[in-house]
């Protein structure tokens, strides 16, 4: 690992953050090498921001046959429903509709190095709706190089949560939810989630989250992937996202 090249990005995404300006991927287009710069990057980032352990996580991927990312995010970021977002330095305005999941008990190094996806639900006490507000750092937004977009915590903007509900199984592959977002009819999916069940992460998830020998609190929230692609948004519109049986959760931007 450069830890030249891992400085030069986190100091460029620190500058973007503080400035309010999103700079030129082009520049590090070649920088990072690899996940684990990328991810090194994250850490430095969160170091810029004064994060400590973080409190709440963003982990998914396109389907099961390929690796997964991982992002703790900033604690400044992530609101409670309804949200009121119209002040917020947005670049995007994407949208995902998501569900939340929050541990029940603390996870070491060798619990979840010892996690199969049969086992881990286990650790999980409750459920929420989330939408998760996808933005950049980058200027070139969602066409900025793979390993720059995870540097920047895989296009992170914010986070919504709903009411907390306790988490029991569920017949994902009929999960229905609604979102609707301005004037704009809504949109209605149905099982549409990458993995099939959104706990299905939660091994790889939590051996990221504990692979420098910390444990995971008790209390942790991992927002666990669209099940609605990324829709746009405009600033002004109100967005409301209803899992059936689940809950709901909204954000005025």
């Known amino acids: ?26 520049r590090f287009a070649t920088t990072l090498v690899d996940a684990a710069e990328a991810y090194a990057v994250q850490d430095a980032v969160a ?24 992002a703790a995010l900033p604690a400044a970021g992530v609101w409670a429903s309804p949200a ?21 008990a603390d996870v070491t190094p060798a619990q979840a190095e010892a996690l199969t996806q049969a086992n881990a639900p286990s650790l999980i006490d409750a459920m929420t709706v989330s939408i998760e ?18 540097a920047d915590l895989q296009s992170h903007g914010a986070l919504v949560l709903g ?21 704009r009819p809504a949109e209605r999916f149905r099982g549409t989630h990458a993995l099939g069940d959104p706990a ?16 995971v609190p008790r209390g942790t ?6 099940w609605c692609g990324l829709l746009e ?10 899992f059936d049986g689940i809950g709901r959760a909204s954000v005025q931007l």
């Open 1 to 26: 690992m450069t830890a030249t090249a891992v400085e030069e990005v986190a100091q460029a995404l620190l500058t973007a953050r503080r400035e309010r300006v999103p700079c030129n991927a082009e």
């Open 47 to 70: 170091r810029g921001l004064g994060e400590t352990f973080p409190g709440h996580w963003k982990s998914g991927g396109p389907g099961r046959e390929q690796p997964l990312t991982h």
């Open 84 to 104: 009121v977002a119209a002040d917020w330095p947005f670049h995007l305005r994407l949208i995902e509709a998501e569900v939340a999941l929050r541990l029940g």
């Open 133 to 150: 507000l996808v933005d950049s750092r980058w200027r070139q937004g969602p066409q900025a190089p793979p390993l720059l977009k995870l």
């Open 163 to 183: 009411d907390w509900r306790p988490f029991a199984p569920r017949d994902w592959a009929q999960q229905a939810l609604t979102v609707r977002i301005g004037d």
């Open 200 to 215: 299905w992460l939660l091994p790889q998830w939590l051996r990221h989250a504990t692979r420098g020998g910390a444990t």
């Open 221 to 226: 929230v991992v927002t666990t992937g669209t």
């Open 233 to 242: 948004a405009q600033a002004g519109d109100a967005v409301d996202v209803e």
